[in-house]
């Protein structure tokens, strides 16, 4: 990334992160940039943090005004670089932040996503406990949906245990591993309808041959009975340029806890190039799930074409034999 195209994505991300509180706390509102049925909301700042746990402050009505204020990602404790107990950031600690839902967010779902919390997460919305997660290492969601207050204001509170336990990799007295604590990764609010995209993974195929092609798997979430059919496009891009598509319809569903995977093929690609260590190629997959002609959902994924394999005498990547050397056991 050149210079001039750094400057223009960090001050893009700069002006989200200060747009989102007062979307969120009922100031301004920037319009959604796609026109498509999803909306994120970084929501990093103006969390309120306490060092330890605290009775009531998973309630609405609790008075965080002496907590600290701080902007994720944070860390529970600052740690020199050198000479320091690893008990010290071992510890539950407590983060809170209020926000109101926009006018846009109504009938939809309404989802927190965190990007990666250490080490045990257990999420409250409004007085209410949504469930725990183990690891710090993946992101988590939770459902928002049933306890929000569309009209007022809402706590998320989550109490984060960055202790050692022998149930959470990885610990479990097996390695020498420091891990540290804290919401360390970004939080956002994820606004989709009761029919979404739930995940995308893109399969490349055959890359080395004179025509490779392309697996999209879509997992589309029905959280609520989809009435009338839907449509799955998807859209492969080299940067702005489409360069292959591909649909099919969608039957409509009853609700369901898990998604529905449904895959879209691309066959005989053209004029696309590998993914090399050298030439580190990237293409772009677009997936929009479509109620007749309105764009009910969109994500995104980006990929590149290469194929990777062990074989018997070496590690190989686009039938290249390539040497890897290895410094950590980790």
């Not at 049933?146 to 050692?164: R, T």
């Not at 092609?213 to 589309?220: L, N």
């Not at 895959?263 to 993914?275: A, I, M, Q």
């Amino acid at each position: 990334m050149d210079r001039r195209d750094f400057l223009k994505a960090t001050s893009t991300v700069i002006a989200g992160g200060t747009l989102a509180p007062g979307l969120l706390t009922g100031h301004s509102m920037p319009k959604p940039g796609t026109g498509a049925g999803r909306l994120i909301f970084p929501i990093n700042r103006n969390w309120r943090y306490n060092k330890a746990f605290v009775d009531g402050a998973h309630a609405r009505e609790f008075d965080d005004s002496r907590f600290e204020r701080v902007v994720v990602p944070h860390t529970n404790v600052r740690l020199p670089w050198h000479g320091f107990d690893e008990k010290t950031y071992e510890f539950v600690s407590l983060y809170r932040r209020r926000f109101k839902v926009p006018p846009a967010a109504r009938g939809k779902r309404v989802f927190v996503d965190f990007e990666g919390v250490m080490t045990a997460s257990t999420v409250w919305i409004n007085g209410t406990r949504l469930g725990e997660y183990k690891g710090g290492y993946t992101p988590f969601s939770f459902d928002l949906t049933p306890h929000i207050d569309f009209e007022g204001e809402n706590v998320l509170a989550v109490d984060v245990d960055s202790s050692e336990r022998p149930d959470i990799p990885p610990f479990g007295y097996e390695i020498d591993y420091l891990t540290f604590g804290g919401l360390y990764r970004e939080v956002s609010l994820r606004v989709v309808p009761s029919s979404f995209i739930e995940n995308i993974f893109v399969r490349p195929k055959d890359v080395l041959s004179p025509s490779p092609s392309v697996d999209i798997e879509c997992f589309i979430q029905h959280l609520e009975d989809s009435h009338g059919p839907l449509t799955l496009e998807a859209e492969l891009l080299d940067g702005e340029r489409i360069i292959a598509k591909a649909s099919q319809p969608i039957a409509a569903s009853k609700a369901a806890d898990e998604p529905i995977a449904h895959t879209l093929h691309v066959e005989k690609l053209t004029g696309v190039k590998l993914w090399s260590f050298d030439e580190r190629n990237l293409y772009s997959c677009r997936v929009r799930l479509r109620r007749g002609t309105q764009v009910a959902d969109e994500d995104s994924r980006r990929f590149g074409l290469r194929e990777a394999q062990f074989t018997d005498h070496a590690f190989e990547l686009n039938g290249k034999v390539i040497k890897l050397r290895g410094l950590d056991r980790h």
